[in-house]
């Protein structure tokens, strides 16, 4: 054999497949995979392995071959739907005739977005194995295609279906655009693309597509009587139940997770996901069809039923007398809506839509912290007695550690408890339920007070005992806490609070409780009960405050709460800007709005309180 001839096998065995075992870290994804790998080959072996057979043969073609796919339908639908405007045919069909007509950029938005993912998937399944920089490159490009589809899924539905409500239509492109955005830029992060995060990359992109349930949800209360509505709602359940499914294989490694090695070649979760993928976005581009088929024989009989059934916003001096509130928001009132009319305007305009959003949203960041708290929180913790600034936000950190010990080996000033046992929950997530509860029927009362009197007065009680529950609860992490090892104390602050706030429910009950010129009275009566507070406060800084420097730490969130709570109130009962300059902030701006923003403030920050609460009795119990 001659030189030349060793030298070329000596070469082509330098590029021979490896396994799992003898792969770089950075290659290493699926362990149930456990041979076929190309690893580290030049750009020239790496390219023409895309005619050759590895593990990742399948999942190049089955995107490439998807993305030509995709590039067919859409050569052969930009020939066909120009020809047809509103039902007639255009003798000279070009860009200007294209625009003019019903507008196409969603569909073909949504025809970019799929062909771009599936492009991106098949380069990043071809190219990743030539180096670690390249690999992160293409991983960050295949993330980014992904978040493409996704956000351009959403255009057709969310364009088409409220074609004549633009401010719902602007609002969930927006939402989706700015999810997508936000997804791309987390993908940039370096370790958002190790194996430890892919159920962390699959529950993101799966959150992402399920937000579409919401246009959904919403396009069939408005149109359940058109069929096609109903048509595009089943496509779209489908697609959904397409990507779940791919989402659901692909984060559980199944088949191969079964029988590790069986699959390497041929039917692993990564080749399922990839054809799930392209029937879930095929689905879509059928619904998609049909959205451009309604909108172009039905476009203007649409647009006049949209019109009859939207209702008029009137002015203060039109109003009926129990909803007539605050004589310096002029304008933008919705009075006597139908039920149905009155739900949907939560995606409309009004001088009600700023005050039902800020307390929703509210609720859904309680919501989160709740179900973050529940899954960190029951270990035992350790604690830092004189936290910094920015360690306090570090707290994730040490209520996620099992072992006592880690916080004295840090060089902070600690005392670690030498029980194991965690101190009882309840008092922090009572607290967490309570605010959820104030921010989410306030959020309803906002909503449909305009239905009917009977409906405002049901409404206007709710609102005020979500209020009286969230003060109750919000003592007792600072009741119970902080008189831990003292249980008459304890019990005597958490009764007197909750009988007081429950004699302020049953007064609010009384029809006279609810109208405008008991305004200050109700204020005084929530601000009382928030005040009386001071006491727990003043009797554990007089006890604690040398022994305990966390009993401090506390004290500044609680006045730092109330601070927050003090200012909405008197904005509240002020009326102010609004007062100094009548129907300027009927929209925006107004009194109750930022009193909202105040509530979610102090809500927020006596969370941090609990929290540190929590590291201080888990670490110093009785």
């Excluded at 709710?462 to 969230?470: K, N, R």
């Excluded at 609680?558 to 129907?583: K, Q, S």
């Excluded at 709005?593 to 309180?609: D, E, K, P, R, S």
Aim: glycine content about 6%; proline content about 4%.
């Amino acid at each position: 054999m001659s030189l030349k001839d060793e030298e070329r096998m000596a070469e082509e065995a330098k590029y021979e497949l490896v396994g799992f075992d003898s792969l770089p870290n950075y290659l290493k994804d699926n362990e149930f995979i456990l041979s076929s790998y190309r690893s580290e080959w030049p750009w020239k072996q790496t390219i023409l392995s895309l005619f050759s057979i590895h593990n990742e043969t399948l999942n190049i073609w089955t995107h490439l071959i998807g993305f030509l796919f995709f590039l067919g339908l859409s050569a052969c639908t930009a020939m066909i739907f120009p020809l047809w405007s509103h039902s007639q045919v255009l003798s000279n069909t070009n860009l200007l005739s294209l625009y003019e007509s019903t507008a196409r950029w969603p569909f073909y938005a949504y025809l970019f977005g799929v062909m771009f993912c599936l492009f991106t998937s098949s380069v990043c399944h071809l190219l990743s194995c030539h180096s670690e920089h390249c690999a992160y490159t293409m991983l960050r490009l295949d993330y980014t295609g992904i978040s493409t589809l996704i956000v351009t899924s959403f255009y057709p539905l969310v364009y088409y279906t409220f074609m004549c409500d633009p401010f719902a239509r602007n609002l969930y492109i927006g939402f989706i655009t700015a999810f997508g955005v936000v997804t791309v830029l987390v993908s940039l992060v370096p370790v958002f693309q190790t194996p430890e995060f892919r159920s962390i990359r699959a529950l993101l992109f799966f959150c992402m597509g399920v937000s579409g349930l919401v246009p959904i949800l919403h396009k069939l209360m408005a149109f359940g009587h058109q069929p096609e509505a109903v048509i595009t709602a089943v496509y779209e359940v489908v697609m959904g139940g397409f990507y779940g499914l791919g989402v659901v294989v692909y984060a559980a490694r199944v088949p191969e997770r079964w029988m590790p090695g069986r699959f390497d070649i041929v039917g692993h979760s990564h080749q399922i996901f990839h054809v799930l993928v392209i029937a879930g976005a095929y689905t879509h581009y059928l619904a998609t069809l049909t959205y451009l088929n309604w909108r172009e024989m039905e476009d203007e009989k649409i647009h006049r039923s949209c019109k009859e059934a939207k209702c008029k916003l009137i002015d203060y001096y039109s109003l009926p007398h129990y909803l007539k509130d605050n004589e310096f928001i002029l304008d933008y009132y919705r009075c006597e809506w139908p039920l149905k009319q009155t739900i949907l305007s939560i995606f409309s305009i009004h001088n009600e839509t700023l005050n039902i959003w800020t307390h929703l949203v509210g609720f859904f960041i309680f919501l989160s912290l709740m179900l973050c708290a529940s899954s960190m929180i029951p270990s035992v913790v350790t604690v830092i007695v004189e936290p910094s600034f920015s360690y306090r936000y570090q707290w994730h950190d040490h209520l996620a550690s099992n072992q006592t010990s880690d916080a004295c080996s840090l060089g902070f000033n600690t005392s670690c408890s030498s029980s194991n046992e965690s101190v009882t929950r309840w008092p922090f997530f009572a607290f967490l339920c309570g605010a959820m509860l104030c921010l989410f029927t306030s959020s309803a009362c906002h909503l449909l007070s305009c239905h009917s009197q009977c409906c405002s007065y049901i409404m206007l009680r709710l609102d005020y005992t979500g209020i009286s529950v969230l003060i109750v609860t919000s003592f007792y992490p600072l009741a119970y806490y902080s008189f831990i090892c003292y249980p008459f104390i304890r019990n005597t602050y958490i009764g007197f609070i909750t009988s007081f706030g429950m004699a302020v429910a049953l007064v609010s009950l009384l029809p006279v409780f609810q109208s405008s010129g008991f305004r200050p009275v109700r204020s005084a009566l929530f601000f009382c009960m928030g005040v009386s507070g001071l006491v727990p406060i003043m009797h554990k800084v007089m006890m604690f405050s040398d022994q305990h420097p966390n009993a401090m730490v506390t004290t500044e969130y609680e006045l730092l709460m109330g601070v927050f709570y003090i200012v909405g109130v008197v904005v509240y009962v002020g009326r102010v800007p609004e007062r100094w300059m009548p129907g300027m902030f009927d929209l925006v701006g107004n009194s109750h709005q930022l009193f909202h923003l105040m509530v979610i403030a102090g809500a927020y920050t006596h969370y941090l309180a609990s929290l540190v609460y929590l590291q201080w009795r888990d670490s110093e119990a009785c």
